[in-house]
């Protein structure tokens, strides 16, 4: 019987065998160069198939895959992710393999660090900015100003400084097999470069100390946090894989509420703004998490770029988000989307489709507890549009946007302005996806 396309290539992907043996030289603070041909399997120097998804248009996306032995480092503290990654206008090919997990929210030595710690010198507190903004007295007309936001701002500055990591182009950030690779209270950001590589990372806890309050944000006001676990601006040719991303272990349930509303500490897992493009995202696996990824960062984002390739992920514990999709050209296949509420959290839809957005949802498998409504998978604000087939709503096939229209004033559109062509992988049928991607989504599962 023959093997299907998707499945050989990720065999090839796990079998790849090691051609080199390891040379390890001590630099500086204690960042190790090795030959990335240290696994049984290489990782470090995969790269992404032809035509899987829009990543692989054009150039396609091979990241540091041509990384020379002095530009290849194995990292597993904060400080020597830090120095691997070097400046962002190195443009040199490298890969990063990053051992064991790696705590964003410590110094240089390695010492844990806490909101409190950010905090120190810059004048905020919590309860003093709570006092200062009470809509009671500040009212809701007006974003907050004066001298606790300045302190607010301030502290959330040293914060930034400490947790976000900006990856430079022709790079390749992949976990070591094994070892439990990952990055918790980090933002793995992807800025204004092209080729970027990012596999086999289990992203946790990343958490913004001093989310501000925004009284204008919906009737009732929200507080709103920074740091996604992986943020794409104005990226190109990005290839995520393999990758987990979580709240956990402090879940939204355990946030408290202040002028009414959640004080909000998490923002985005993956999300792809300010005009990234030529971007696949696959077998992946997003859990616990409320806002998930988010594709255009406005409804005035980039025309003709956030084109998107999301397949083969598993989506559980997810509120919303998974995608929504502004303006691009997004397909979304052989994903498996679980409804069921999960630590709390409670799914309102799955995918999104508003500003002119053009997605085509292809094979998919949904999951659906006893009561739940097929008409709340999908959501939309009348521009966007959702084509495609083969959607499975608990094995059945079902027509989602009938579904939805049927209900909502704003109706999704079934027609699309383009055709997939980069579509490696693609299932014939969604049936078997539950089981199939039960063993191969996620961190951990490349050897």
């Not at 607010?152 to 182009?169: C, D, E, G």
């Amino acid at each position: 019987m023959a093997v299907p396309s998707h499945r050989r290539s990720l065999r090839k992907r796990r079998t790849l065998a090691a051609s080199a043996a390891v040379v390890a030289v001590g630099i500086g603070a204690g960042v190790f160069v090795m030959s990335a041909n240290a696994d049984a399997v290489d990782l470090s120097h995969q790269t992404l198939p032809a035509k899987d998804g829009w990543a692989a248009a054009g150039t396609g996306t091979i990241g540091g895959s041509k990384a020379d032995s002095a530009h290849t480092f194995t990292v597993s503290t904060r400080a020597q992710l830090v120095k691997a990654l070097g400046p962002a206008s190195d443009t040199g090919a490298r890969i990063i393999r990053i051992k064991g997990t790696i705590d964003a929210n410590t110094d240089d030595s390695g010492k844990k660090l806490t909101c409190a710690d950010y905090a120190a010198g810059t004048g905020y507190s919590l309860s003093a900015y709570l006092k200062a903004y009470d809509p009671a007295t500040y009212g809701r007309s007006k974003l907050p100003s004066g001298t606790q936001e300045k302190a607010r701002a301030a502290a959330q500055a040293k914060q930034a400084k400490n947790i976000v990591f900006k990856v430079p182009a022709n790079t390749t950030v992949v976990g070591v097999p094994g070892t439990n690779a990952g990055i918790t209270g980090g933002n793995l950001q992807v800025k204004g470069v092209d080729n970027v590589i990012i596999r086999n990372l289990a992203f946790s806890a990343t958490e913004d100390c001093f989310p501000q309050w925004d009284p204008t944000d919906g009737a009732k006001g929200n507080w709103n946090s920074q740091y996604d676990a992986v943020t794409l601006r104005g990226a190109t040719h990005v290839w995520a894989d393999h990758n987990t991303f979580t709240d956990a272990p402090r879940l939204d349930t355990s946030d408290p509420t202040y002028y009414g509303r959640q004080y909000q500490i998490h923002d985005g897992a993956l999300d792809i703004t300010n005009g990234s493009d030529l971007v696949t995202v696959e077998r992946n696996r997003f859990t616990d998490h409320d806002k998930t990824m988010l594709i255009g960062s406005s409804d005035k984002d980039s025309t003709g770029k956030l084109r998107v390739s999301i397949h083969h992920n598993v989506w559980k514990g997810i509120v919303q988000r998974a995608p929504l999709a502004r303006i691009g050209q997004i397909h979304v296949y052989d994903n498996v989307y679980d409804t069921t509420t999960v630590d709390g959290y409670a799914p309102q839809y799955s995918i999104d489709s508003r500003a002119r957005a053009q997605v085509v949802a292809q094979a998919n498998y949904w999951k659906v507890p006893s009561g739940g409504k097929v008409a709340g998978l999908l959501s939309g604000d009348g521009t966007g549009s959702v084509a495609g087939s083969g959607n499975l709503v608990n094995g059945t096939r079902t027509d989602l946007v009938a579904a939805y229209n049927a209900t909502a004033a704003k109706k999704i559109r079934t027609t699309v302005n383009w055709t997939p062509t980069l579509t490696a992988g693609l299932e014939t049928s969604a049936k078997n996806l539950p089981a199939e991607l039960a063993t191969t989504t996620g961190a951990g599962v490349l050897k």
